[in-house]
């Protein structure tokens, strides 16, 4: 058996949180390879709205193993913080869930740093969620970072320590008052929580299952245009969000990866700072925003709104080997009279298919339109039940892109979700 990848393909918040356990059941392992508590994963079912920040999707189903990967960063306060809301309802994590020892800690002073980097920077911020990610991953490519396995080592304690007064030297060429106590008490604590886990060699455990014949579906978090190399930097994120992401973050070859799959929104959001092509900041803009309750699970932030990027949505195709793709949001453009997605580029005036290496400056957005279904779409279950003009628009994409769009979501319930 090889495993399944399953990705955004945009600037996240596609909808994986929803997918994930949607398509859950028919997995055996759900296991997240990259990204950390930056990301904020919904889930809803049962009336309620569940948002996961570090657990694999798949945690609400008893059935399943749950595997943080080594190419995750764990904040042990959000983690403790995410367990102790599972626990009251009703799920202990404990029974299906196991962190990888290979899987880098992010420590108060990381956090403190990213605060502390983002405020100097002044106009020139990037946007960052400051949960520490970024310099965690410094710490990990700088061969100083803090692993889940050194929790159980006798030397931790000293570690810990050592790593702590060099974030604090670095501290003191920013001018920027904090308290590290006030960060430590909680942190320690997660760390409590984290030892009663089962710690593994995740990579061992993943080939395993493989050659057990299991079903295994890999997680990403955040997008492919936040991917360190291949995203719309430097505004990106700090780890590769791409499909060969899960290998190196969950340890196993690419020759076992089987079907990936690509989410996307039927439109454009981003969070943050950073180049939007297909931005729109009129009525319209305003509009998605509001019908698609537009904003971050993890930060609150409101989400910038554009019309769906077909020039980018091309590019992560390519980039990721995407033999599937999966629509979501679909419903939040039932209202629309006419919709438009951007075919092409303008750069420097010259038109063009290509993602070029950067997307600000003279960048413009060539638009296709199409015309509105103006019809609620939530309860619809059936593929041909929907209407003809948003099935003339998915035809549209599944031509350009050369993939099929497998999965239609018409709402963010998990009955809300069409197969095709």
């Not at 997008?223 to 190196?248: E, Q, R, W």
Request: charged share 25%; proline share 4%; glycine share 10%.
């Amino acid at each position: 058996m090889k495993v399944d990848v399953l990705l955004g393909t945009q600037w996240g918040d596609e909808g994986k949180g929803k997918i994930v356990d949607v398509l859950t059941p028919s997995y055996d392992v759900i296991a997240r390879f990259q990204g950390g508590p930056n990301a904020g994963h919904s889930l809803e079912f049962n009336g309620m709205r569940h948002v996961l920040h570090t657990i694999p999707s798949g945690i609400f189903h008893s059935d399943s193993l749950n595997i943080i990967g080594n190419g995750v960063v764990l904040d042990p306060v959000v983690f403790k913080k995410e367990i102790d809301k599972l626990k009251e309802l009703g799920v202990d994590a404990r029974k299906n869930l196991v962190i990888s020892k290979k899987a880098h800690l992010i420590l108060p002073t990381h956090r403190i740093i990213d605060a502390a980097s983002e405020a100097a920077k002044g106009k020139e911020k990037i946007g960052s969620t400051l949960k520490g990610i970024g310099p965690t991953y410094m710490d990990k490519t700088g061969r100083n970072g803090m692993r889940v396995g050194d929790i159980i080592s006798p030397e931790f304690l000293n570690k810990y320590k050592y790593l702590t007064e060099k974030h604090e030297n670095i501290l003191k060429h920013y001018d920027y008052d904090y308290s590290l106590l006030d960060f430590e008490q909680g942190w320690f604590e997660g760390i409590e929580l984290i030892r009663e886990f089962k710690l593994v060699d995740s990579e061992y455990l993943m080939n395993d299952l493989i050659s057990e014949g299991k079903k295994i579906l890999a997680e990403g978090a955040q997008g492919t245009l936040l991917d360190i190399d291949f995203g719309t930097y430097p505004f990106v994120t700090s780890s590769n969000t791409v499909c060969a992401g899960a290998c190196n973050g969950l340890g196993f070859a690419p020759g076992k990866i089987a079907r990936v799959m690509g989410i996307f929104k039927a439109y454009c959001t981003r969070v943050g700072s950073g180049p939007f092509t297909s931005e729109l900041l009129d009525e319209d803009g305003i509009k998605l925003q509001k019908m698609g309750h537009e904003f971050g699970s993890t930060t609150g932030r409101p989400r910038r709104c554009g019309w769906l990027d077909l020039v980018a949505l091309k590019y992560a195709v390519m980039i990721n080997g995407i033999n599937e793709l999966i629509m979501t949001k679909a419903d939040v453009l039932d209202s629309f009279d006419s919709i438009k997605l951007a075919s092409h580029y303008l750069v420097n005036g010259e038109k063009t298919a290509f993602f070029p290496y950067s997307i600000e400056g003279d960048v413009k957005p060539v638009y296709k339109e199409f015309k509105g279904w103006k019809v609620d779409i939530t309860g619809i279950r059936t593929y041909n039940e929907l209407p003809e003009e948003l099935k003339n628009y998915i035809s549209f994409i599944e031509q350009e892109t050369g993939v099929p769009v497998k999965i239609v979501s018409v709402g963010p319930d998990r009955e809300q979700t069409i197969f095709r």
